[in-house]
């Protein structure tokens, strides 16, 4: 499996993003899919995750209410909406799947990371 993710770049305090991964190969293997992010000094943390029959979305409190976590019909592509962006928002986001139906942690498959920047 692997997982391509795209979107990042430069935006101002209260704009809008929206990341994209692909996944190719065994793509049954991806039941939940997901964004993390990793601020400079800081542990990557978990940020949403959709179940990809169901999906059933989940967000860290920190994004509640400005970020969606979306898939296409296929399953085979998965997005975030971003609005109303922080400056604390600035990180690396990476996508991320797993097949073992865990929501925050234990993710099996990773992209290679996407800078989203965010100017105060």
């Known amino acids: 499996v692997q997982l391509q993710a795209s979107g990042g770049g430069l935006v101002q305090a209260g704009g809008s993003l929206r990341l994209s991964c692909a996944v190719s190969g065994r793509t049954f293997s991806t039941s939940v899919m997901a964004w993390f992010r990793q601020a400079p000094g800081k542990e990557r943390e978990f940020v949403a995750a959709i179940i990809r029959s169901a999906g059933s979305t989940f967000y860290a409190d920190s994004v509640k209410g400005r970020f969606s976590i979306s898939r296409d019909n296929a399953g085979s592509t998965w997005y975030l909406q971003m609005n109303t962006l922080k400056p604390e928002d600035k990180a690396v986001y990476y996508c991320?799947?797993?097949?073992?139906?865990?929501?925050?942690?234990?993710?099996?498959?990773w992209g290679q990371g996407t800078q989203v920047t965010v100017s105060s």
């Open positions: 991320a799947a797993n097949n073992n139906g865990n929501i925050r942690r234990n993710y099996e498959y």
